[in-house]
Every structure is written in structure tokens, then in C-alpha cells.
């Protein structure tokens, strides 16, 4: 008898038709269920690199994980602001080695604004404590100076010198906009696959500046203040969103918490974002395990298909079993036989669903990036991933136990026997 797999190998390819529809069936099945998985790991591994070499983000009082969403993510909004008055206070606290003051609020055609100081391009720092760069241009340094993450200059098609106009409130809440008062684009942040890449950032001065003839979240009736003449006032900020904190020992962090959220001042808040990603990752789990769940139930049913089949050509294949049986082949090998026609099958599907799946990441990740943010993994399979793929051909294998146990019970005069 000709070596088993080579026997299973032309078997399947007599019967490709059929096969290959099961095979297109599992093979997107399987996509399904990496491509979660590939998107959940890309997604923490994201999210867990958007800052980094901060020790604590202080904010006013609210839970960890809002307060990481909006000061981090610009995900939603703050539930008060932090005077300026508090914000000097911790800033001139002994173990406090840097402050990156932020204030957020306001948009440019659908992109978040932040106001900050200089000490954003010196301390702020994302994945394995890279710096940012600029892809062209300088860090802002006159009032209506703006330096534009790399997703706003692709895809407004933004260039250093063009003018820009900001719209109060967040993209979509106010019909209002500071027209007035345009800024100029001086620089264009490096790609960091971070919400930097979709911020415009300016001064907080700046901030104060473009608000300076508005009152209750719109203009001042019969009042405007022209550009030129903005400088003649304070332009101190009063109040900002939230700050982010570098200690001079990271040992302190826990009693510089403490110490935040015992401030006399006013109610704030000092979030560890280590802890503060771990309690949104335990939040998100009940999701993650829904939509794995979800993936796992489709390549289980295409599966069964494959069973079914399986199951459905015995009937037809019942002569030809008899025939492999009666030139020497034992019952053994008409079960590893079956066997290795699903697993035959079930392994070229998983092949084809990751190959898909790297196509469909290179691309798509593109604008997967551009859109949400979201940088998917192009490296080699991960070991999770292997360990899927793995899952899919020993569930595969279970599955055709049923057709290949019948086929090991048909005895050869069963086989040789015609049905009337």
C-alpha cells in the first residue's frame, strides 16, 4: 500500500470540489480568530506604549482609568479641571523632577487639541522611552505657533507654513470657532503610532489668548481682541486638564500619590498608568473573551462542516475503503487515513487563514493606523498565535474521530457488499 500520507494527499484531491469549499469555510474561520487575537494584542501592546518614563498623571478627582482615557487618549472629557494654583504647588514638590502641563478641550476639524508647555517635547516619552521627533519643522515658540502630529499633516494635507483655524469644544459641540485668531503650522511630529500622531499641539498661553474674548463657551457680544493685541493681557493659564509627573526617584511614587490625593488645595487625583492600563485591560476582558469566544464558535462550526462531509462521502467511498482494505491496508489505516485527510485539510486552512491575515495587515494596517490609532503587528507568528493554530488541529483532529471510527468499524464484506 503507498505511504499513508502520500494515500490521504491524493484521496483529498479526488474529492477537491467538496473539500475546497470546507477548506475556504475553515481557512476564513480561522482568519476570524487570529485576526481578533492580532487585534487585541496589537491593541494592548498600543495601548501600553503611549506613555512611558511617566511616574504618575495627576488630574482633578475621578477614577484612574477616565483620567488615563482623556489626559492619555483624548477619550472622553475630564470631570474638572486643575487650577493653576495646585499645579505650581506639585510642580515645585521636592521629589518632582519634571511636570508636562496639559489642557485639553478645544479641536481642529475633528482632531484634539493640547495646550502645553516646552517641557512636552523634553519629558514626554512613548514605547521603550523614545522621545518624539519632528519629520520637519520646530517645537512651537511664538503664541500662534502649532506643531501638528504626523496623522493631522497626512490627512489634511497640512505643510509647515499653512494656517489653521481652531474650533471651540471637542470635534462636533460647538459651531463656534476662533477665527480670528489663526495659527501657523511650525512643525510636524514624527510618526509614533500614539495619539500624538492626531493632536495639534500649541502654548497653554495660546489657549488663553484665543479664549480671552469669549465667556460661557461663546464670544462675548460686542467684544473682540485682536491677535496684535492679546499680549497686553495675562495670558497665565487659570486652570489646566491634568499633568504629567517625572520623579526624581521612582520609589517615591506611591507617597508622591498619597500626597496628591491628600491635597488640601482642591480634590485631585494621582494616577500610576501601569495601573491604571491594568485596571482598563480587566475592564476590556469581559470583551476580549466575548469576541474570542464569538471567533472560536465560527471555526467550530466550520468544523463540523468538515465532519459532516466527511461523514456524508463514507457512504460513496465505502467500495474504495473496502478495496484499500482488501490489498493489506488494517483498520488502523483506514482511521489514520481519515484522520489525515481532516488534518490535511484543516492545515492547509489554517496556512491560507494566516497568510490572509498577513495580507490583510500589510495592506490594511495603513489605515487601520490613520483611522484609530491602532498599530497592528507585522512580525512573525506570535506564540500565541501558534498556540491558536494548534487549538484549530487538535479540535479538527477530535472532530474527525466520529467519520474515522465508522470507517474503522466497516468490515471488508460490509464493503464488498452492494446495497440493494
Request: glycine residues 8%.
Amino acid at each position: 500500500m503507498p505511504y499513508l500520507p502520500v494515500l490521504a494527499l491524493k484521496s483529498a484531491w479526488n474529492r477537491r470540489h467538496t473539500l475546497g469549499l470546507i477548506l475556504v469555510s475553515v481557512s476564513l474561520s480561522a482568519l476570524m480568530l487570529l485576526g481578533v487575537d492580532r487585534v487585541r494584542t496589537s491593541a494592548r501592546e498600543s495601548f501600553a506604549q503611549t506613555i512611558s518614563a511617566t511616574d504618575l498623571i495627576v488630574g482633578a478627582r475621578t477614577g484612574q482609568v477616565q483620567l488615563l482615557l482623556y489626559s492619555v487618549f483624548r477619550l472622553g472629557d475630564a470631570t474638572n479641571n486643575v487650577s493653576w494654583k495646585s499645579y505650581q504647588a506639585i510642580a515645585s514638590h521636592p521629589e518632582v523632577a519634571w511636570t508636562i502641563p496639559i489642557a485639553l478641550g478645544d479641536s481642529h476639524r475633528g482632531f484634539p487639541l493640547l495646550g502645553t508647555t516646552p517641557a512636552y517635547f523634553d519629558h514626554f516619552r512613548y514605547g521603550s522611552r523614545q522621545p518624539l521627533d519632528f519629520a520637519g519643522g520646530r517645537r512651537f515658540e511664538g503664541l500662534f505657533e502649532a506643531v501638528i502630529g504626523s496623522q493631522v499633516a497626512k490627512k489634511l494635507g497640512y505643510g509647515v507654513g499653512d494656517r489653521i483655524v481652531i474650533n471651540h469644544g471637542a470635534a462636533g459641540t460647538s459651531q463656534f470657532d476662533h477665527s480670528d485668531k489663526p495659527f501657523t503650522v511650525v512643525g510636524i511630529l514624527a510618526d509614533t503610532g500614539t495619539p500624538v500622531d492626531r493632536t495639534v499641539h500649541v502654548s497653554l498661553a495660546a489657549i488663553e489668548a484665543i479664549h480671552l474674548d469669549w465667556s460661557g463657551g461663546a464670544p462675548m457680544p460686542g467684544v473682540s481682541i485682536p491677535e496684535q493685541y492679546v499680549t497686553r493681557f495675562d495670558l497665565t493659564p487659570k486652570t489646566i486638564t491634568a499633568a504629567f509627573v517625572g520623579l526624581k526617584s521612582r520609589a517615591a511614587a506611591f507617597r508622591m500619590q498619597r500626597t496628591v490625593n491628600e491635597f488640601k488645595g482642591e480634590p485631585l487625583l494621582a494616577a500610576l498608568p501601569g495601573v491604571a492600563l491594568d485596571q482598563l485591560w480587566s475592564v476590556m476582558s469581559v470583551a476580549e473573551q466575548a469576541l474570542l469566544f464569538t471567533a472560536a464558535m465560527v471555526v467550530a462550526a466550520s468544523l463540523a462542516g468538515l465532519v459532516a462531509v466527511l461523514l456524508a462521502g463514507l457512504g460513496e467511498r465505502r467500495r474504495e475503503l473496502a478495496i484499500l482494505r482488501s490489498v493489506g491496508a488494517g483498520p488502523w489505516q483506514i482511521l489514520l487515513l481519515i484522520l489525515g485527510e481532516s488534518l490535511l485539510v484543516t492545515l492547509a486552512a489554517c496556512a491560507a487563514g494566516l497568510l490572509a491575515l498577513d495580507l490583510l495587515t500589510w495592506i490594511g494596517g495603513p489605515w487601520i493606523q490613520s483611522r484609530y490609532g491602532l498599530t497592528l503587528s507585522k512580525s512573525p507568528v506570535s506564540a500565541n498565535e501558534l498556540m491558536l493554530l494548534s487549538a484549530i488541529l487538535a479540535a479538527a483532529a477530535i472532530a474527525s474521530t466520529l467519520p474515522a471510527l465508522k470507517a474503522y468499524r466497516q468490515t471488508l464484506a460490509d464493503g464488498l457488499t452492494p446495497r440493494l
